[in-house]
């Protein structure tokens, strides 16, 4: 089988990860996460499950917690042996998103990784303009996209942005958008600088579907992710290949795409 590299694991320190996986249970009306939200757990069973590589995160919903967790992820990818490539966080309440930018590329991270619906705060956001600028030409932006219940991350707040800020790299997570998958292939697949990845979808949306939306984007656009802790990595990598891709659209999604896109 080809390399595999799950590009979307929420990773926490030890003391908070029960609560912070109890939280993004609550948060998706109580779906059972599957994993423990632990660095070490996705770093030593995943070569087992099938995995080769991760790109680990976590996500700021207060200012005062963008340096600590910036600095947990940086030091679990010097401690992973080269398992991990991990990405940074910012808030958007953050004064100078460019020096937050900076120092997350001098911690050796490979991107920022934003979630609009916890964080609350609009993709469109004036606050985090000067972020999206200062990754340009530089380093990927990861978001969660897409909720019915809110309107934080859906369609149209992602495609202004991605209109204004064109030489920046976004990442839209669940094909763009969780639970309005339809919505978002449709309005935001022609967009050069829009990728997407695999993450929480194959659960609620038929195969046939799945095969649409990354048809419509094109696999040179899609990227695979288990969404840890929420899925068994082993098992979302099954429900990829039982897609019946060719061989080569396996290839871009499984890591020819991650590893051009966060420099792995």
Same mark, same amino acid.
């Given at each position: 089988m080809t390399r595999i590299i799950d590009s979307h694991c929420h990773v926490y320190p030890e003391a908070i990860a029960a609560k912070a996986v109890k939280g993004v249970s609550d948060f998706y009306d109580g779906v059972n996460s599957y994993g423990d939200g632990l660095a070490s757990t996705v770093r030593d069973s995943y070569k087992g499950k099938g995995a080769d590589h991760a790109v680990i995160f976590s996500v700021a919903t207060r200012l005062k917690q963008v340096d600590s967790i910036n600095n947990f992820i940086a030091k679990a990818v010097s401690e992973s042996e080269g398992f991990f490539t991990g990405l940074g966080t910012v808030h958007q309440d953050t004064p100078d998103m460019g020096a937050v930018v900076d120092q997350i590329v001098s911690l050796g991270l490979r991107g920022v990784k934003l979630h609009p619906d916890t964080q609350e705060?609009? *993709?469109?956001? %004036? &606050?985090? =303009? %000067?972020?999206?600028?200062?990754?340009?030409?530089? *380093? !990927?932006?990861? #978001? /969660?996209?897409? +909720?019915?219940? $809110? +309107? $934080?991350?859906? !369609?149209? &707040?992602?495609? !202004?942005?991605? @209109?204004? =800020? !064109? @030489?920046?790299? =976004?990442?839209?997570? /669940? $094909?763009?958008?969780?639970?309005?998958? +339809?919505?978002?292939?449709? @309005? #935001? /697949? @022609?967009? +050069?600088?829009?990728?997407v990845d695999s993450s929480s979808t194959s659960n609620w949306v038929e195969d046939e579907k799945i095969k649409g939306y990354i048809a419509s984007y094109g696999s040179e656009k899609v990227i695979f992710g288990s969404d840890f802790p929420m899925w068994d990595v082993e098992v979302e990598i099954q429900r990829m290949l039982r897609l019946g891709l060719k061989e080569s659209e396996y290839e871009n999604i499984f890591h020819l795409n991650a590893e051009r896109i966060f420099g792995i």
């Open positions: 705060v609009c *993709i469109d956001d %004036p &606050r985090l =303009f %000067p972020l999206y600028e200062a990754c340009a030409g530089r *380093i !990927p932006v990861l #978001l /969660h996209t897409g +909720d019915y219940r $809110y +309107d $934080y991350s859906n !369609p149209n &707040r992602m495609e !202004p942005v991605l @209109k204004m =800020f !064109p @030489k920046t790299t =976004f990442i839209g997570a /669940h $094909y763009g958008g969780w639970s309005v998958w +339809d919505e978002s292939t449709e @309005k #935001l /697949h @022609k967009y +050069d600088n829009f990728f």
